[in-house]
């Protein structure tokens, strides 16, 4: 463990895939941790699991369903009771459902907004004035591909991630002179559970573990730098 055992972050769906990942990453160096998703059983895992792998070092959890304003502000209060300062902030909540704009279900893109959009910018709006008072601090909001390349059965999951990528350039601008850093994840096709059924071998997907390190490794750059936009691909490229 390095010596940042007084940092903090907090990552909106951290049970499982690369937002667990990037909690790991951070923990290994110290970090304490404020996540959130809509089970709590697999948060209390989480929290168990982590804590004992390790120790001395504190995973804050609240059952939360961002898709809900009322629930943002909800976490955002909460975060604000357990840490005094906020060093990374990472957006990661997100909701994936097929479909062809013409075809996929009444209200997918509304629930995609809701859940990959709004969250993100509730969020944000609440507790980034934190970091703007301390004058430091790192935002990450997980993008994807989508956000820039349309795919079949894309739908309503790539125009939310469209937002997504828009709304974090909009936040780049305004937080440069706060001196908050702010960057976007585009990861390509990552082994977690949206690609659940998928007959392909696991060698064909990025490792959630890679994205971790990655986003770690923009955080660990020194003040004067700040990655912009970070795009990973799959090294057979996308599916």
């Keep these: ?16 895939g ?20 809509r089970n709590m059983e697999e948060l209390d895992e989480l929290k168990s699991t982590l804590e004992l792998k390790y120790p001395g070092q504190i995973v804050n959890v609240m059952k939360a369903d961002l ?12 975060v604000h009771t357990v840490f005094n300062k906020i060093d990374v902030l990472v957006n990661n909540t997100g909701f ?46 997980l993008c994807s591909i989508a956000s820039i390349t349309p795919y079949k059965n894309g739908g309503s999951y790539s125009i939310s991630k469209y937002a997504m990528f828009g709304m974090t350039k909009v936040l780049r601008e305004e937080m440069k002179e706060h001196n908050v850093r702010v960057t976007a994840i585009l990861p390509g096709a990552t082994l977690t559970s949206s690609w659940e059924g998928v007959n392909l071998p696991g060698s064909r997907f990025m490792k959630p573990s890679d994205v971790g390190q990655a986003v770690f490794s923009c955080w660990k750059l020194s003040d004067h730098t700040v990655v912009e936009e970070l795009l990973l691909r799959p090294q057979l490229g996308d599916i």
Excluded at 18 to 37: D, H, L, P, R
Excluded at 122 to 140: C, E, N, Q, W, Y
């Design 1 to 16: 463990m390095n010596a940042e055992i007084n940092k903090t972050i907090v990552v909106t769906g951290g049970t499982k």
């Design 18 to 37: 690369i937002g667990k990942a990037i909690i790991e990453a951070f923990m290994e160096e110290g970090f304490s941790v404020c996540t959130c998703s």
């Design 67 to 78: 898709s809900d304003k009322s629930a943002c502000i909800a976490f955002g209060s909460f």
């Design 96 to 141: 994936f459902t097929p479909g062809q704009l013409l075809d996929e279900a009444d209200g997918a893109l509304e629930v995609m907004i809701n859940t990959n959009l709004y969250s993100a910018y509730h969020i944000s709006r609440f507790l980034l004035p934190s970091m703007v008072d301390a004058k430091t601090g790192h935002l990450f909001n």
